[in-house]
C-alpha cells in the first residue's frame, strides 16, 4: 500500500510554462516531505523539503505549496526549461527517531519540457 | 565535501549467488539508508543504520541485510539471488542525529542485473 500518492504520472509542458506535480499522503505522523529529481542513470538529487509548519517555501524556480488540513503537497516548477526534463519523486518520513531515515516515496512524475 | 560514493556502479550475478553492495556516505553523516528502485515497484526502503545499529527496516525478506562499520560507511548483502532481485540499489547518507538535520542525500547507485 503506497502511503504516499503521486500525480500526474507524467506531463509534458513547454519552455517558460509550469510544471505542476501533486502529492497526498494519509499518515498524519508524517512531518518531514522532500522533493527529488532523478535523471536516467543516477541517483535521485535533493531539490527542496517542507515541514507542515510552514505553508509555502520556495528555492530559485522550485516551489513547495503545502496544505496539512487536506493533507496534501505540491511541486510547482516555474520558467520550465529543457534542462528540468527528469522524474520528480514526492516522498514523506515520520517524526520519530527511528523513521527518520526512512524515506516513503510516491511513485514519480515523468517531466518534459520541450523547446 | 564529496558526495556519496557506491562501489560497484555494476554488478551482473546468477540465481542463487550472493552479492555486497558498499556505501560510503558524506563525511560526518553517520545515517545511512538503502533502497531498491525498479521500475515496477519504484523506490522502496531496505533499511537505515546509525551509528553502526540497525535503527528501520523495511518489507524484505531477510535475504537483505546489511551492516555500519564505525567509519559509518555501509554494506548491503543479498543472498540466494533471484531473478527479481535485478534493480538499481541506491543508498542515501544524512547527518542522522537531529530531527531537523533530515535531509537524505543519495549516491549513484549500483545498477544489480540477476540472469
Known amino acids: 500500500q503506497q502511503q504516499v500518492k503521486q500525480s500526474p504520472q507524467s506531463l509534458i509542458v513547454q519552455k517558460g510554462g509550469i510544471s505542476i506535480i501533486n502529492c497526498a499522503y494519509e499518515?498524519?505522523?508524517?512531518?518531514?516531505f522532500p522533493w527529488y529529481q532523478q535523471f536516467p542513470g543516477k541517483g535521485p538529487a535533493l531539490l527542496i523539503a517542507?515541514?507542515?509548519?510552514?505553508s509555502e517555501k520556495k528555492e530559485g524556480r522550485f516551489t513547495i505549496s503545502f496544505n496539512k488540513s487536506a493533507k496534501q503537497f505540491s511541486l510547482h516548477i516555474m520558467d520550465s526549461q529543457p534542462g528540468d526534463s527528469a522524474t520528480y519523486f514526492c516522498?514523506?518520513?515520520?517524526?520519530?527517531?527511528?523513521?527518520?531515515?526512512?524515506?516513503?516515496f510516491g511513485a514519480g512524475t515523468q517531466v518534459v519540457v520541450t523547446p | 565535501k564529496a558526495g556519496v560514493t557506491q562501489t560497484p556502479r555494476y554488478l551482473i550475478k546468477t540465481r542463487g549467488q550472493q552479492v555486497t553492495l558498499s556505501c560510503s556516505p558524506i563525511?560526518?553523516?553517520?545515517?545511512v539508508s538503502w533502497y531498491q528502485q525498479t521500475p515496477g515497484q519504484g523506490l522502496q526502503f531496505l533499511f537505515e543504520?546509525?551509528?553502526?545499529?540497525?535503527?528501520n527496516k523495511g518489507n524484505f525478506p531477510g535475504r537483505f541485510s546489511g551492516r555500519q562499520f564505525s567509519n559509518s560507511r555501509s554494506e548491503m548483502n543479498v543472498s540466494t539471488l533471484e531473478l527479481g532481485d535485478s534493480a538499481l540499489y541506491l543508498c542515501?547518507?544524512?547527518?542522522?542525529?537531529?530531527?531537523?538535520?533530515?535531509?537524505?542525500?543519495f549516491g549513484p547507485g549500483t545498477r544489480l542485473t540477476v540472469t
Open positions: 516522498a514523506a518520513s515520520k517524526g520519530t527517531t527511528d523513521s527518520w531515515g526512512k524515506l516513503q
Open positions: 542515501a547518507s544524512s547527518v542522522g542525529g537531529r530531527r531537523m538535520l533530515r535531509e537524505q542525500y
Open positions: 499518515n498524519t505522523a508524517f512531518d518531514y
Open positions: 517542507i515541514r507542515p509548519d510552514v
Open positions: 563525511s560526518g553523516h553517520r545515517s
Open positions: 543504520y546509525f551509528s553502526e545499529t540497525q535503527r
